[in-house]
């Protein structure tokens, strides 16, 4: 929690991360600021050349398909999130 709300984060894992690019880490940092006066407007974060760049490529036949380690940690999350809920309720 604290974490969050000092806007400590990283990119783990590293078997997720690794295919993330530079410039899509570049406009999370960017969009991840706990100050909204130095966070960029919705607007602004629209005009990030990393944006700019995925909405005008062309699209391919496979882009709806998830790399299975995000999947993974999505699921890991959830149920963190739930065991969390549980142990609040019983807490």
Known sequence: RSNILNGAFSFEPQEIW???????????????????????????????SWLREWANR????????????VVKALVAFKEFSDMRKLLSEVL
């Open 18 to 48: 690794s295919l993330v690019s530079e410039r899509a880490r570049e406009f999370i940092r960017d969009t991840l600021v706990t100050d909204p006066k130095k966070r960029p407007t919705a607007r602004e974060a629209q005009q990030h």
């Open 58 to 69: 062309a699209r391919k036949a496979d882009d709806n398909v998830l790399n299975p380690n």
